[in-house]
């Protein structure tokens, strides 16, 4: 099985750049403003223009309005929306925007699995967020992967948190999971990407 694999919290050239090249499948922007790694919608369609093709691009909202994906949209064509909220806004935003939305899912125990009848097209899972985060995702914290090879859902879903070059095809053997998402595990600082990593991120996940 090949696994996919999402490179997130892209915002200049030279990430977008590194992302194609290495020949992720999905690019994720993140429409978020207080995170590191926030972009304009105007920066991503100009991002996006760079190559016809290649990776599909994901924004990341975190408990987002209608009115705010509607202007974001009208900027930028997004082929995924990856929400951090509840059941019931990715019901609406699949119901308004008709494109496919995963739901980020923090999980600690099995009772964090979400619901076999949610309507999400797919799951971003991950740990849950330290009482001192600033944010409820990108806090480079590693998921309990022992718990998650339980985690068995209908729909696809992308492993996240902590994952490094190092570590993600392990994550991967260990949980089951069909891809990997990463963000911090791929940057020298907080919000700067670095294309070696990512190159070596997306090999990495080639070879599991
Ligand atoms: O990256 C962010 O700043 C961010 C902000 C708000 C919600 C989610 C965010 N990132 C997502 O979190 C996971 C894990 O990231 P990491 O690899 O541990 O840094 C990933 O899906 C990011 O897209």
Redesign the pocket.
């Known amino acids: 099985m090949s696994r996919l694999v999402k490179i997130?919290?892209i915002k200049d050239a030279a990430g977008f750049d590194a992302v194609v090249k290495a020949g992720a499948d999905y690019v994720?922007f993140?429409f978020?403003p207080p995170?590191?790694?926030y972009v304009t919608s105007v920066a991503a369609k100009l991002l996006s223009e760079r190559y016809a093709g290649g990776p599909k691009r994901v924004g990341?909202f975190?408990n987002p309005s209608l009115g705010e994906v509607d202007d974001i949209l009208r900027n930028v064509s997004l082929d995924v929306l990856q929400v951090?909220g509840a059941p019931d806004l990715v019901a609406a935003l699949r119901d308004r925007f008709g494109r496919p939305v995963w739901r980020?899912v923090g999980v600690e125990s099995v009772s964090d699995f979400p619901a076999p009848d949610e309507v999400a097209d797919g799951f971003?899972v991950?740990a849950k967020p330290p009482k001192s985060a600033t944010?409820?995702?990108?806090?480079?914290?590693r998921a309990n992967w022992d718990l998650l090879s339980r985690f068995r859902p209908a729909k696809p879903w992308l492993l996240?948190?902590?994952?490094k070059p190092g570590n993600v095809a392990d994550g991967l053997r260990q949980t089951g999971a069909p891809g990997a998402?990463?963000?911090?595990?791929v940057e020298r600082a907080p919000g700067e990407k670095d294309p070696d990593l990512i190159k070596a991120f997306v090999a990495a996940v080639r070879g599991v």
Do not use: K, M, T, Y
Not at 160 to 163: C, N, S, T
């Open positions: 997130c919290g994720g993140v978020f995170s590191p790694r990341l975190v951090h980020q971003i991950e944010r409820p995702g990108g806090n480079a914290v996240a948190g902590g994952l998402d990463v963000s911090s595990g």
